[in-house]
C-alpha cells in the first residue's frame, strides 16, 4: 500500500467513523415499508416475494408507490455519500482527492448494508439494487452508465429485473477495476473522477465493490433457485 492509505486513516479516521455511522443510519430508513404502511397499511415484507424492495412493491402496491420508493431508496445513496464528501470539503493539497474518494467508497458500502440490514426494521430490508445504483453515481458515473446499458439489454430480452441485478451486481467490481486501471494508465483521463488513482485506491475500490456485490447477490439468493428453476416471474405492475 501507498502512503496515503496510512495518511487517510490517521488522520480523518474520525470523520470516516461519523460517515459510516451516518451512512448505515441513512441506508436503514427503507423507503418500500414507509409506502406501502401509508399507502396498504401493510407491511411489504408480508406482502408478495416478501422483499422490502421496489419491484415488490411495483407487484403489490402499484407504480406509484414504486417510483416512491425508488426515488427514496435512490437519495439514500447520494444523500449518505454526498454527507461524506461534506465531511473532507475542507481537506486540501496532495491527497485530498485521494482522500474523498476513499470516504466515498466506503461510506457507500454501510449505506448499502443499513438498506439490508436496517436497524429500524429488525435488521430485514431489501437487496440493495437501487441504492448502489445511486453509490455508482457519487463514486464513478461511468460505471452506472455500464450498469444501464446491462439493464436495458437485459430487461428488454427477459423483463426480469432480478437477472438484470445479478449480473450488474457481477459485473460491479469487474468493471470498476478495469476502470481504475485505464485512470492508472491516463487512457480515460478526460472522464476519469480520479486521475492516475494510487495502487491503494485501485485496491480499496475494488475490494468494497466486490464486498457490495457479493451482499447482493446473496441478497438475491431466492430469485437465483427461481431463475435456475425456471419459475421467477417477469414484471408486471399491479396497476
Same mark, same amino acid.
Given at each position: ?22 451512512a ?35 407487484? $403489490? +402496491?402499484?407504480?406509484t408507490? #414504486? ?7 435512490? %437519495? /439514500?445513496?447520494?444523500?449518505?455519500? !454526498? =454527507?461524506?464528501?461534506?465531511?473532507m ?50 463514486t ?14 437485459v ?8 437477472? $438484470? +441485478?445479478?449480473?450488474?451486481? #457481477? ?7 478495469? %476502470? /481504475?486501471?485505464?485512470?492508472?494508465? !491516463? =487512457? ?13 485506491f ?23 433457485k ?14
Amino acid at each position: 500500500m501507498d502512503l496515503y492509505f496510512g495518511q487517510f486513516f490517521s488522520l480523518y479516521w474520525w470523520r470516516l467513523i461519523i460517515a459510516v455511522v451516518a451512512a448505515y443510519l441513512i441506508g436503514s430508513v427503507n423507503t418500500s415499508i414507509i409506502v406501502t404502511k401509508f399507502v396498504m397499511h401493510e407491511d411489504i415484507r408480508t406482502m408478495g416475494s416478501g422483499n422490502a424492495g421496489f419491484t415488490n412493491v411495483l407487484r $403489490c +402496491a402499484g407504480k406509484t408507490p #414504486a417510483i416512491i420508493t425508488f426515488i427514496g431508496d435512490f %437519495l /439514500k445513496g447520494i444523500i449518505a455519500v !454526498g =454527507i461524506a464528501y461534506l465531511l473532507m470539503i475542507d481537506v486540501s493539497g496532495d491527497g485530498a482527492a485521494v482522500f474523498r474518494s476513499y470516504i466515498a467508497y466506503i461510506t457507500g458500502l454501510f449505506v448499502v448494508i443499513g438498506h439490508m440490514f436496517p436497524l429500524y426494521y429488525k435488521f430485514k430490508g431489501g437487496k440493495g439494487v437501487v441504492t448502489t445504483a445511486a453509490v455508482m453515481l457519487m463514486t464513478d458515473w461511468r460505471v452506472l452508465i455500464v450498469a444501464l446499458i446491462i439493464f436495458f439489454i437485459v430487461f428488454l430480452s427477459t423483463k426480469i429485473i432480478s437477472k $438484470c +441485478a445479478l449480473l450488474n451486481a #457481477a459485473m460491479y467490481p469487474v468493471v470498476t477495476l478495469i %476502470l /481504475k486501471l485505464l485512470d492508472c494508465n !491516463g =487512457i480515460l483521463s478526460a472522464i476519469s473522477p480520479l486521475n492516475n488513482p494510487p495502487v491503494s485506491f485501485i485496491v480499496l475500490s475494488t475490494v468494497v465493490t466486490l464486498i457490495t456485490a457479493v451482499l447482493v447477490i446473496v441478497k438475491h439468493k431466492d430469485n437465483i433457485k427461481r431463475i435456475l428453476d425456471g419459475t421467477e416471474k417477469k414484471i408486471t405492475p399491479k396497476n
